[in-house]
């Protein structure tokens, strides 16, 4: 059996055998003081060892990052892990084994068990937001293992093709790995856009209207060479640039996946029937993105 009690977008992690809500152990949270049934120990191998009578091999987050799990010497495993890429490391050492196992876990557990096993295609989000809000999920996609891509609008606005920037993100997307492309992940980048158009003599409009076409025509490019789940986007330029960029004529609406928060089936085009998942910058909460690839993902 392997056992997995992590769960890292709601904040159960687990390092050295001890299990961990929102970076507290059990035992120093408010379960260690329910009335009926509080925690009293939040170590899982000693937990298993003691319940079960024979020996629980633990592996610790060292091992699994460098690939050193070794499934001999007992029946029953488990994990440390703190993020999805630690659960994607488990699933596939173990299914390396070719051994029937009895998995114990938890539902994040069984969405990377799915991954490995049937592969879904990578997402990309596009955020052409300046927003705390947009920030806040930009980081969070990171922290739960998605790649950031910054592209430098000044130097677009000057002519200077992304070739490079396109590269990079295909080759990101080519490994199956989520991909948040951005312009303006913080206000000195934005800054520096607003002085390069001032000195193209761009008004602040016309800026406006160049950047998101640009990333825009970026993000189609990259589509075009490597496929995709779909495509998150916030900010309503950015969306309308994605838009046009790629000739897409409309959308139809599939299901409101967050409240406010669309995800839609593109009509017509270079994409027709691409997934697309559309928010305003300054709106849902710092899961927003990550949680709208993933049903892209599930929706594909």
Not at 9 to 20: I, L, M, N, P, Q
Not at 57 to 76: M, P, T, V
Not at 116 to 128: E, R, S
Not at 264 to 277: I, T, Y
Request: hydrophobic share 40%; net charge neutral; with cysteine.
């Amino acid at each position: 059996a392997k056992i997995i009690r992590s769960q890292c977008e709601v904040g159960r992690t687990t390092k050295d055998a001890v299990h961990f809500l929102n970076n507290v152990r059990l035992t120093a949270t408010e379960f260690a003081k329910d009335p009926h049934k509080p925690v009293l120990e939040d170590n899982i191998q000693k937990l298993l060892q003691a319940g079960l009578k024979e020996n629980v091999s633990h592996h610790n987050l060292q091992q699994i990052r460098e690939g050193k799990i070794n499934f001999g010497g007992a029946r029953i495993h488990t994990f440390d892990a703190e993020d999805n890429q630690d659960l994607e490391k488990i699933a596939r050492a173990a299914q390396a084994t070719e051994k029937e196992i009895l998995w114990v876990g938890s539902a994040g557990l069984a969405n990377m068990i799915i991954s490995v096993d049937k592969p879904f295609k990578p997402g990309l989000a596009i955020v052409g937001s300046l927003s705390e809000v947009s920030r806040t999920q930009v980081e969070y996609g990171q922290k739960m293992g998605m790649g950031l891509l910054e592209i430098h609008m000044g130097h677009i606005l000057k002519g200077k093709k992304a070739t490079s920037e396109i590269e990079k993100a295909v080759e990101t997307l080519k490994r199956g790995e989520d991909l948040i492309i951005t312009t303006s992940y913080d206000l000195e980048a934005y800054e520096e856009a607003l002085r390069v158009g001032r000195e193209l003599k761009m008004s602040r409009e016309e800026i406006g209207f160049a950047v998101p076409k640009a990333l825009g025509d970026i993000c189609a490019e990259i589509i075009k060479k490597t496929p995709v789940a779909g495509i998150f986007v916030t900010g309503g330029d950015t969306a309308m640039g994605f838009l046009n960029s790629v000739k897409a004529t409309g959308s139809t609406i599939i299901q409101e996946i967050i409240t406010g928060i669309p995800l839609v089936r593109l009509n017509g085009g270079d994409f027709d029937g691409l997934k697309l998942v559309t928010k305003a910058g300054g709106f849902g909460d710092e899961k927003a993105l990550h949680y709208s690839l993933a049903k892209i993902k599930e929706s594909s």
